[in-house]
Structure formats: structure tokens, C-alpha cells
């Protein structure tokens, strides 16, 4: 079952902050955060381990809540870069698979 | 390092045309993976492998057959297209996934767009 993303969809003007939520129905071991511009591939941005340790961006931090299966992801001062759709993909015990949510498309405006 | 690379970018079917996709890695990695990725939907997983020689079932394998007779190739084939296969393919690959590192980053190829009609 995909994690469930939230919002779908976002505008910000340049400058603003947003928050990109996560939530999974199963017990997560790690959550991973991916950003995907207009006709590219996915780009790596972090990872997110129970216990706390997080890996990834400078720019960008991220949550997770254990005890909610739930990650957010903050984006602050938000650049024009930061425009694109972002999946956050989700491990689970006994599937260390990745699996991606739907996705949240941000978009900045000047 | 060329990182992940598909074969080829574009290609239009029709209805029960075979064909296959090719994707390729120079990083030396174990797990590769090919996803197809579908307005709203999201990465859904289509077969992966976690070496040379293995592979195994994703979430959405009907209709999809895996190989990776090589550990930095990975093929994709589809037996007989169906308008339902329309959709991006990406292929992906990471180091050896672990419980304690909490899985290893994917690095995703540039996708491979298919059209059946």
C-alpha cells in the first residue's frame, strides 16, 4: 500500500516556507525523500531513519515520527529550484523495498 | 561516470508488439530496479534484483519479464504491449540495502518514455 502524501499539490512565492507530509499505515524502519523536476529522473534529497539519524540536504530538513509512521519534509526560504514534484518512499519491516507515494508537486513563483 | 543510463528514451508501440529496455550502471551496484510511473501515481515498482543472476516481483509485474545476466544490466521486456503499458519507465540501482542503513539511495536513469497504441 502507497504512503499518502499531503498536499497533492502546493504554490508558494519565492521566499515562503512549506511543509510536505508523509504517512504510512505500516511500521516504518526508513523514509526517504525524493525530488522529481518536469521530464527528469528522481533526485535523492535525504533519508530518514528510526532512531532519528538523518541523512541528506543541506537546505532541506525532514521528520519522522515513529510512533505515527509519519515524515514531513520542510522546505524554508524557498528558492525557484525548488519547484518540482517530491515523493517521499517509504521502507517498511518485512519490505525493504522502497514504496513511493503519489507525489507533491511544488511549485514557486517569483 | 555515466551513473544510470536507459535505452532507448522513446519508443511507440502497437498492441502486442514486443520490445525490450535496456539499462545500464557503471557504479558497481547490486540492486537494480525498474519502475514505470503514471500520472497520479506515483513510482510503482515493477520487478527488481538484488544481483547478477536474481530477480524478483514488484508491486505491478503482470505483463513484464526482468533479466540481469550482468550485474550492471538490467532489461526490461515487455512480450505482447497493450495500451495499459503507456507510461515512463524508469530503471534505478543502489548499493547492497541493509536494516541498519535504513535502504541506500536509488540513483534513477533518465527514463524511458513508451507509447502503445
Known amino acids: 500500500q502507497q504512503p499518502v502524501q499531503s498536499p497533492q499539490a502546493v504554490i508558494l512565492r519565492e521566499g515562503e516556507d512549506a511543509v510536505i507530509n508523509c504517512s504510512s499505515s505500516?511500521?516504518?524502519?526508513?523514509v526517504h525523500w525524493y525530488r522529481q523536476k518536469h521530464g527528469e529522473a528522481p533526485v535523492f534529497l535525504m533519508i530518514l531513519l528510526k532512531g532519528g539519524e538523518q541523512k541528506g540536504h543541506e537546505k532541506i530538513s525532514a521528520s519522522f515520527n515513529e510512533k505515527k509512521q509519519q515524515s514531513s519534509l520542510y522546505l524554508t526560504a524557498s528558492q525557484l529550484s525548488y519547484s518540482g514534484t517530491y515523493f517521499c518512499g517509504t521502507a517498511s519491516f518485512g519490505n525493504e523495498k522502497l514504496t513511493f507515494g503519489t507525489g507533491t508537486r511544488l511549485t514557486i513563483i517569483p | 561516470n555515466a551513473g544510470v543510463t536507459q535505452t532507448p528514451k522513446f519508443r511507440v508501440l502497437k498492441t502486442g508488439q514486443s520490445m525490450t529496455l535496456l539499462c545500464a550502471q557503471d557504479m558497481n551496484h547490486e540492486y537494480m530496479y525498474w519502475y514505470r510511473q503514471d500520472p497520479g501515481m506515483g513510482l510503482r515498482l515493477i520487478h527488481y534484483?538484488?544481483?547478477?543472476?536474481?530477480?524478483a516481483k514488484g508491486e505491478v509485474p503482470d505483463g513484464y519479464n526482468v533479466s540481469r545476466l550482468k550485474k550492471q544490466n538490467f532489461l526490461l521486456g515487455l512480450e505482447s504491449a497493450a495500451p495499459s503499458q503507456t507510461s515512463v519507465y524508469f530503471c534505478a540501482s543502489s548499493y547492497l540495502q541493509t536494516k541498519a542503513s535504513g535502504g541506500e539511495t536509488q540513483y534513477f536513469g533518465p527514463g524511458t518514455r513508451l507509447l502503445v497504441l
Open positions: 534484483s538484488v544481483g547478477e543472476g536474481t530477480t
Open positions: 505500516k511500521a516504518l524502519y526508513s
